[in-house]
Every structure is written in structure tokens, then in C-alpha cells.
């Protein structure tokens, strides 16, 4: 198949692209280098430095043979979009061109803004280039089970089912988002709905929870091909940060009572999920959605299990409770149904403490380039702390130390004293 990647400088993207290439797909990634610029800018560099694009395609061609075409561009630019997808017609387009960060998006206006627009135009230019150039095309948009929020009853999978004075309809599950950046997804997903019924497009929509995890099959044959690893407040996951942390013997920093329950998957698993959801498409004028991982963690469950695999390894790992810098339910009820993957055969890879081991070990390796600056929160989801956010885009790395101190947490001044 002829499969597009939009993003594919990311996490996600750059694996994906590199498993498809490897399974025999003709594979062209576009990218602008957003988050790239978005991460310089906060300091919230990836612990690994990764080459560029095309370094890497040419890296990974000379190891596998397998060859990935690159295009440097902006997405919610549609004239641009409009020529790669005229030229390139693809067979599926899987869709991860959005500003990636819930932390990111709450900054200010200037980062709410840039997230709004890149988000929902990346996504309609997305939709009208395959509805003027591509109409048979598949669009796989990556959204989150950040979507829904955590209601007090079962989350389904993607619809529901009402009945309301004695009549039935099938709706969009509702959802209610915790950030600007899930409400982009939120919006993403209504607006593809609008063109699925209107136009007969076939879209699957992947509910993905947060992904742990940088090895994967390609990424293991040279370190410059592995994935972005981000560790900081603003574009790390909870996961990478607790194993920094252990690495760099910082206490794991839990927000408020850690009851936040979500839906984890392994980054192998997200590949296998794309491939299933791209080799099974919908039928014109449906929407599939299909919710994306494969176990569940609270913030403590987490911290646990980092802190008994850290302590099996020797590092004394600690565990502290910290003010909670975003407005969430910090224990509630949480259910969501993820049978859809699982029925199209997912073969799931779970969070075994061999895996965290795996992880934490890599980590290690790269202890010398942690900086403890990084890691606290810089962001806080109310505005009234307009210092929290102010200083997250301008000088993030004194009030991530300031933050420090007044968790008492007794931050390094240099990891690499540690060692």
C-alpha cells in the first residue's frame, strides 16, 4: 500500500513510518519540525538527540534496504498537503501533524492558539485533500482517550446508545476533555464525523492511551533510529519521567493523591494497532473507533512499580507527593471498553517488570544527559498561577528549581554526580 504519514518526526511517527517500510509498504513522511521547535523553545529537549528526517530515512535505508521518502513541510498549510496528496494518492493516511502536548497547550494564549490552529487546520486540510485528490483514501487520525474525560460510568467504545422518552439513537460517546490539547482531539473527531456522513470518507479514529516505550525492531538496529524519548513536564509521559527520575535518583513526583487512572499500551502495541487498523479499513461513509491500549494504571500503580524494579536494580528509589498542577479528578471511576483490537487480533505486549527493567536500564545508559530542570511542573492548569506559566516559556529551567525547593525535593545540581 501507498501510506502517508503526517508528523513522522514524532514518537509515533517515526516508528510507524519505519515498520510499514519494513513490511513492504510505499511510505512517505511529512513533517515541519513543530515539536521539534516547540520543545527547543520550552527546553524540553528529548533525552536522546535524534538526526534529522532525512538523516535518518538515509540511515535507515543503508541498514534495512527499505527506502522512506521525505517531505519537509506544514500540514495546516492546505496548498502544500493538497500537492503531496496529489502526487503521492495515497492508500491510507495515518494522521499524527497536531501539537502533542496537553502541558503545552496550557501555557498561555500564544501556545492555546497555535495548538487550536494547527490541530483542527492539519485535520481539515487532511479531509479535503483526500476528498478533492484521494477520495478512496483511509484516514487514521490518532486521538486519545483523553477524549473522554473520566465519567462516572462505562466509557464505550467510541458510541453509545440512548434511549430518551421511549426513543433510540446511536451518538458520538460524550466527551469532555481536560485540556485545550484534548479538546483539539475532541473537535478532530467531531469534524471528521460531519465529513464522514456528508461525504461517505472512511476514517478509523484510535483512541490511543498514553504509549510507553522506545524500542521497537527497527529502532534496535542503531540508537540514531530509536524514537524521540521526552522526560520533561510538558511533552514527557508520566511513565518516561518516573524512569528518569529513578535513573537520576530524584524522588518520582506524584500529582496530588495519585488515583488518575488511564489506559496504557506499549509502543510495539501502537505499531501493531496501525497495522491492524490500516489492513482492515472501513467501509465508505463509516467511522471505526476503536479504543487503543491494552492495561490499566493509576499514578501510584505506576510510581510502585518503577520504585520496586528501581530498588531490585540498586537505586534507592523514593516516592513524593506533590501539589497537582492540573485541575483533574484525582480518584474517580474508570472503565472504558477496548475490545475492538483485541477481536481484530492484537497480541499485547504488557508492562511485565522485565519491560520496566528494559527501560530503565536504556535510560541509565543516558544518565549523564538528564537535566533535573526539566522535570517538575513548569505549567499549571490555572491561570491564576500566571507565574507557573509565564516561566514555562521563558525561563523554565530556574522555575522548575524553584518548584524544587519548595517540594523539598532536593534536586541534584549535576546528574552525572550520581553516577
Same mark, same amino acid.
Given at each position: ?58 540511515? #535507515? ?30 492508500? @491510507? ?40 485528490? @484521494? ?58 464525523? #460531519? ?19 522506545? *524500542? ?18 510538558? #511533552? ?18 506524584? +500529582? ?76 474517580? +471511576? ?26 530503565? *536500564?536504556?535510560?541509565?545508559? +543516558?544518565?549523564?544527559?538528564?537535566? @533535573? ?47
Amino acid at each position: 500500500m501507498r501510506i502517508l504519514v503526517l508528523g513522522g518526526d514524532g514518537y509515533l511517527g517515526w516508528p510507524t513510518s519505519m515498520h510499514f517500510a519494513c513490511h513492504g509498504h510505499e511510505v512517505l513522511v511529512v513533517d515541519n519540525y513543530l515539536r521539534r521547535t516547540i520543545a527547543q523553545q520550552t527546553r524540553s529537549e528529548a533525552l536522546i538527540a535524534n538526526p534529522n528526517l532525512h538523516a535518518r530515512a538515509e540511515l #535507515f535505508e543503508a541498514l534495512t534496504h527499505c527506502h522512506i521518502e521525505v517531505r519537509i513541510g506544514d500540514c495546516a498549510d492546505f496548498r502544500f498537503l493538497e500537492e503531496v496528496v496529489s502526487e503521492f494518492v495515497p492508500d @491510507a493516511i495515518i494522521h499524527y501533524a497536531e501539537q502533542p502536548s496537553a502541558p503545552y497547550s496550557m501555557i498561555g494564549f500564544p501556545e492555546a492558539k497555535l495548538t487550536l490552529n494547527n490541530n483542527l487546520n492539519a485535520t481539515f486540510n487532511v479531509v479535503w485533500a483526500v476528498l478533492t485528490h @484521494a477520495p478512496d483514501c483511509h484516514i487514521v487520525k490518532l486521538g486519545t482517550m483523553g477524549e473522554y474525560g473520566t465519567p462516572n460510568i462505562d466509557i464505550e467504545e467510541g458510541w453509545i446508545e440512548i434511549e430518551h422518552n421511549g426513543r433510540a439513537d446511536k451518538f458520538l460517546y460524550p466527551r469532555q476533555a481536560g485540556s485545550l490539547y484534548h479538546t483539539t482531539k475532541v473537535l478532530d473527531t467531531d469534524l471528521l464525523w #460531519f465529513y464522514v456522513r456528508t461525504h461517505g470518507l472512511r476514517v478509523t479514529d484510535l483512541m490511543q492511551g498514553p504509549v510507553y516505550g522506545i *524500542s521497537t525492531e527497527e529502532a534496535d538496529l542503531d540508537e540514531r533510529l530509536m524514537p524521540n524519548f521526552h522526560y520533561d513536564d510538558i #511533552f514527557g509521559t508520566v511513565v518516561n519521567r518516573f524512569l528518569v527520575q529513578a535513573a537520576a535518583g530524584i524522588p518520582l513526583t506524584v +500529582y496530588g493523591r495519585g488515583g488518575q487512572i488511564r489506559g496504557y499500551l506499549n509502543l510495539k502495541d501502537t505499531l501493531q494497532c496501525l497495522s491492524i487498523a490500516v489492513e482492515n479499513p472501513p467501509r465508505h461513509g463509516e467511522m471505526r473507533i476503536l479504543n487503543q491500549f491494552t492495561e490499566q494504571f493509576s499514578v501510584n500503580q505506576l510510581a510502585e512499580r518503577v520504585q520496586r524494579v528501581g530498588n531490585g536494580m540498586g537505586l534507592r528509589v523514593q516516592v513524593r507527593a506533590i501539589a497537582n498542577p492540573r485541575k483533574e479528578k484525582e480518584e474517580h +471511576y474508570y472503565n472504558p471498553v477496548h475490545s475492538g483490537l483485541l477481536q481484530l487480533g492484537l497480541q499485547p505486549h504488557y508492562m511485565t517488570d522485565q519491560v520496566v527493567a528494559g527501560m530503565l *536500564s536504556e535510560v541509565i545508559r +543516558y544518565r549523564d544527559q538528564i537535566d @533535573a530542570g526539566k522535570i517538575l511542573p513548569r505549567v499549571s492548569w490555572n491561570q491564576s498561577d500566571g507565574a507557573a506559566s509565564a516561566t514555562a516559556r521563558h525561563a523554565p529551567l530556574a522555575h522548575a528549581q524553584n518548584a524544587a525547593e519548595t517540594q523539598q525535593l532536593d534536586l541534584p545540581a549535576s546528574v552525572s554526580a550520581l553516577q
